[in-house]
């Protein structure tokens, strides 16, 4: 199943406000609300970016072509007044999300920080939702899952009109042992490394898809899954293409899964006593998530995952991505749900 894409100028340019604008796909969502022609304001932090590393010149540079308002999102009264500014908009366009998918702020910013915005827009006549979800809220076993769930809940039934993206895996979650291969080391996997398999999405292609929304009328009002082109793939094939890549014999180390579950389970039952490591526990469980679930569409009737059923957009493969990398490009920004 494969979605077009077009990286043509809107036949409808639109104001739309932007949360999320400094992570990794919100910056590219603002560079393909801007190439179509859009009116685009993005409200960020003060200091955004990984660790806070951007100040508001940093950040207004990456995001040339829109313009950008500080302020605190998870304060009402700041987005109506740093953000919005009582100006009307014809469009929300989320990416946030919290950078750790720690309970606490997932709860503040999945939930809580969208709740606020939705009111605000609102308020300022904005009719269409634009939300960046992820495809593994189909199988919510975790906090930050179920947070993302609770505002997705909330965006269907306030009646404003939304597409609902959830992407599959993004190539920087997926890039994360370059390095240490580069260094000849072994590229690990859980199990056999065919435990799961995922149709990754590159930044400008999930972008492009995200912007597309607003003028495709067919995905007004839907959940939208979506994935990159081309076949799903398995760790195990992304460790063999790197190491084909490198011109080097393959090389793998295999950790069982029941040495995350040990994990889970100490930091589990220590939780308890201790508050800093239930959080720590959480993110085991994210990890351990990520080493047994596929991203790709679950089919309800068999429970598997299915990956003929999984639409596809766009150009950008993984596997170019990687040769580009290994040539020496930039690496991609990480620290979030980073398991290796
Ligand atoms: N990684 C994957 O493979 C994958 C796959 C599918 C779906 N997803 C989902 O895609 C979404 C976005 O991913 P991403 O990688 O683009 O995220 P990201 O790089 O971590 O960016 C998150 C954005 O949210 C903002 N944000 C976080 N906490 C905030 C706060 N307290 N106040 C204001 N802004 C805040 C960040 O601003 P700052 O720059 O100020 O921190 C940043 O702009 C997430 O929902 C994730 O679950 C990820």
Known sequence: MMET???????HPQRVFVLGATGTIGRA??????????????FIRPRA???GALAPGDSAKLLAGAAVRTGDVTDPKSLAQDGFKGERYDALVSCLASRTGAPKDAWAIDHGAHLNAL????RAGVSRFVLLSAICVQKPLLEFQRAKLAFEKALIESGM?????????FFKSLSGQIERVKQGKPFLVFGDGTLTACKPISDEDLADYLAECLDDESRANRVLPIGG???AITPRQQ???LFALLGRPP???????????????VLGTAGRVLPALAEKAELARIGRYYATESMLVLNPNTGLYDPAATPSTGTETLFDFYEDLVKGAAAPERGDHAVF
């Open 5 to 11: 894409t077009t990286r043509t100028r809107s036949p």
């Open 229 to 231: 082109p081309g076949d």
């Open 29 to 42: 969502t603002v560079r393909a609300l801007v190439r179509r022609g859009h009116d685009v304001v993005c």
């Open 161 to 169: 009109v939304y597409s609902i993206v959830r992407p599959t895996a």
């Open 49 to 51: 970016g990984v660790g």
């Open 239 to 241: 460790g063999e293409r």
């Open 251 to 265: 090389k793998f180390r295999h950790v069982p899964v029941a040495m995350l579950d040990a994990i889970v389970g």
């Open 119 to 122: 009111e605000a827009a609102r």
